[in-house]
């Protein structure tokens, strides 16, 4: 069975600070995909990033960077010199990817709890 | 437009009450899905519609009852509920070939 932890509830940093969010996930499959979601107060979980288990180079987007590394099943996040409007709720989630190509089938995605991002300013 | 919109955003009922809550998206994904995201618990997948089909019912109560009469919406019908059904339903869609979850921003429940 799939399985995602985020072993961090909450965490609180003050503005510009870096700060890193971390991933464990757990899967029986080879192939499979990863995503990070942001959950601001409003409610929507907004996408951030996708990668699929072939893929293990970091990668970065702006203020934000992932580092997977298969070997320690782990898909981390960090924010870089955060602020205030970081603020929010962030997910980890797992997809097996055989089940997203099949065009017929449409499993879940399998989600951590969360962790609560707060930034002081 | 956003792409996937939920109506109502927030929504009161007593445990007698028949309500539904109605989702719609706008980007051509085939598959729809339904979430339940309690406070403290992680998102809880209810159910899976792919090709206006369920694919997908995790051992969710009678109470809640789907409905996806073509592949831009999705309702959730909900009837004799009980105060513990009390949170956010979320709605999302996917897109056969990206594979990630597009989110509406959720229906608030609140079961008196």
């Known amino acids: 069975a799939q399985k995602v932890t985020q072993a961090q509830t909450e965490i609180s940093v003050v503005e510009k600070e870096d700060v890193t969010l971390d991933c464990v996930y757990e899967?029986?499959?080879?192939?499979?995909?990863l995503f990070w979601y942001k959950q601001p107060p409003s409610g929507e979980l907004v996408f951030l990033i996708r990668?699929?288990?072939?893929?293990?180079q970091n990668e970065i987007s702006g203020r934000y960077s992932w580092n997977f590394q298969k070997s320690t099943s782990s898909f981390n996040f960090t924010i870089t010199a955060s602020q205030v409007v970081d603020s929010a709720v962030y997910f980890c989630?797992?997809?097996?990817?055989?089940?997203?190509?099949?065009?017929?089938?449409?499993?879940?995605?399998?989600f951590g709890k969360g962790t609560h991002l707060i930034i002081q300013p | 437009e956003t792409g996937v919109t939920q109506t109502p955003r927030h929504l009161v009922m007593g445990m007698t009450n028949k309500k539904s809550l109605k989702c719609e998206q706008h980007?051509?994904?085939?598959?729809m899905y339904w979430y339940k995201q309690s406070a403290k618990k992680p998102l809880e997948l209810m159910f899976v519609?792919?090709?206006?089909?369920?694919?997908e019912n995790n051992s969710v109560p009678s109470r809640f009852s789907p409905e996806c009469p073509n592949s831009s919406h999705l309702f959730l019908h909900l009837h004799t509920l009980q105060p513990e059904d009390s949170a956010l339903y979320l709605c999302?869609?996917?897109?056969?070939?990206?594979?990630?979850?597009?989110f509406g921003e959720g229906s608030r429940l609140t079961v008196l």
């Open positions: 519609y792919s090709l206006e089909e369920r694919v």
């Open positions: 980007l051509g994904h085939n598959a």
């Open positions: 989630a797992l997809s097996e990817v055989g089940v997203l190509d099949s065009g017929g089938s449409a499993d879940g995605l399998t």
């Open positions: 899967t029986r499959d080879t192939t499979y995909y």
């Open positions: 990668r699929n288990s072939f893929d293990e």
């Open positions: 999302a869609s996917r897109g056969t070939v990206t594979g990630e979850l597009f």
